[in-house]
């Protein structure tokens, strides 16, 4: 008798009795493998997307791990504890009634800057630039008109991520190559606006310097304003900015028991017409109110870095000088304060300068701590970061001539640095910092800060 061959259900049903365990386990293997190809799929898609949470490639700036990210982790080397440094990213830009909301797009790793403009009310920000804010504005023809128009001395708004709101004023306005990169030095606080997509291979590019808001300081009884070294106030139509003072110890030019005390100052006419230097009035005061005069002497010999002021400042001339006290070497006084006047006029200025004796004194009460030294992502820029003790009586201030990099004898320059300079450290308290220095060619380096030098190896 001849017998039917079986079906090919009864065969499945022959093959899969009893096996019910096997045949559940290859199907989670299945579904498994499926979920895993979907993920890559949408990992893939996701990382060449472009969106704003996307670092968009190489950037000569410290860049996180996303645009979204407030703060950047360092970690520390030997055992040391990370630290953490605040990003307080601008939001938000006014200029002449104007105002746009702002968003972090990174520049190239040569250096050039071709961003996605996205909608026309947006302005984009170079990620990093905490010294001097890169800010780009669509290139259509209302914005044109304005960043053309706008004349020295114009405010321009910004405003940051925790509500802090910083004033610049228009010192420069310049179409320049869009391939030049110094309009992202972060040497001077200020702010630079460009004009996307301009004319041609030129990009208008309009820069102001911070102002610091005197509208709500405190009188000093003559009718003038309070600031900090560093900070820029107003005095008629001048512009003053103290960048800097040194005890200068090793002059035999001295009288016994006194040193000289030099100033730095930058002063710029924002009006139009020029001003008689020579009717400016300095005097120097300390904590106890005791006043010092000029030194004539001091101005005879030229110590100090520049020019004492003399002459006439034509408008829109911006010029560095010096000026120089005669005080006593064993002054103890934990601020000095500079008053700044004019021959005829009302108003005046007192700047607020940290006093540590001169920078000899102030290296001995520092105490240095390099935590982290690593390459950047972008491969061109060195990342420095550490915390820096103030174990003296008095404040500390550390401004960019007291750090440098070198490898060589070649000196490096700074990209950007956290915080901002001059670095005022009150007695007994310590900062972290983080510098970003351009990449030494070499494997070694010396970083020097307040004359203490760490050697830096294998940087290639």
């Keep these: 008798m001849t017998q039917t061959p079986p079906s090919s259900s009864e065969r499945l049903r022959e093959l899969f009795t009893g096996r019910g365990p096997l045949v559940v386990a290859l199907a989670a293997i299945m579904v498994g493998l499926l979920l895993l190809c979907v993920f890559a799929l949408l990992l893939v898609r996701d990382f060449r997307g472009g969106g704003l949470d996307q670092v968009g490639g190489p950037t000569p700036f ?38 746009w909301a702002v968003r972090p797009e990174p520049v190239e790793a040569d250096g050039t800057w071709e961003p996605d403009l996205g909608e026309e009310r947006s302005a984009l920000w170079v990620y990093g630039t905490l010294i001097n804010y890169v800010i780009g504005l669509p290139d259509s023809d209302e914005n044109r008109d304005l960043l053309e128009n706008l004349t020295a001395g114009a405010e321009i708004h910004l405003t940051m991520r925790n509500g802090t709101q910083f004033t ?17 030095e972060q040497s001077i606080p200020g702010v630079t606006l460009i004009l996307l997509r301009a004319r041609g291979d030129e990009r208008l590019v309009v820069q102001g310097d911070y102002v610091v808001d005197t509208s709500l300081a405190p009188e000093n009884g003559n009718g003038g304003n309070e600031v900090a070294l560093g900070e820029t106030a107003q005095l008629d139509e001048m512009r003053l900015t103290v960048t800097g003072a040194t005890s200068i110890f090793d002059r035999p030019e001295a009288p016994a028991g006194f040193v000289f005390y030099v100033i730095d100052l930058q002063v710029e006419n924002v009006g139009t017409a020029q001003i008689d230097l020579n009717r400016l009035r300095f005097v120097l005061r300390d904590n106890l109110e005791n006043q010092y005069a000029l030194s004539t002497q001091a101005a005879q010999l030229g110590i100090g870095v520049y020019q004492p002021p003399n002459g006439t400042l034509a408008a829109g ?34 700047v607020t300068i940290p006093f540590t004796g001169g920078e000899e004194e102030a290296a001995r009460a520092a105490s240095v701590n390099l935590q982290s030294a690593q390459v950047a992502e972008d491969g061109i820029s060195l990342i420095l970061a550490g915390q820096l003790t103030n174990n003296g009586t ?7 001539a007291n750090v440098a990099l070198t490898s060589n004898g070649t000196v490096h320059l700074i990209l950007s640095t956290n915080p901002a300079f001059p670095w005022v450290v009150p007695a007994g308290q310590t900062i972290p910092f983080s510098l970003t220095f351009q990449r030494p060619p070499g494997s070694e380096a010396i970083f020097t800060i307040l004359n203490r030098p760490f050697q830096l190896t294998g940087l290639r």
């Design 394 to 400: 008095q404040p500390l201030a550390v401004s960019e």
């Design 62 to 99: 410290p860049s996180p791990v996303s645009m979204g990210t407030e703060d950047v982790i360092i970690g520390g080397i030997s055992g040391s504890t990370a630290i953490s440094l605040s990003l307080n990213a601008p939001t938000s830009l006014s200029v002449g009634g104007q105002q």
């Design 317 to 350: 001339q911006t010029r560095q000088m010096s000026i120089a006290y005669q005080i006593p070497a064993g002054l103890a006084s934990p601020n000095l304060s500079l008053l700044i006047g004019r021959e005829g006029g009302t108003g005046q200025i007192r």
């Design 168 to 184: 610049f004023a228009v010192t420069n306005r310049e179409y320049v190559s869009r391939n030049r990169t110094d309009v992202f």
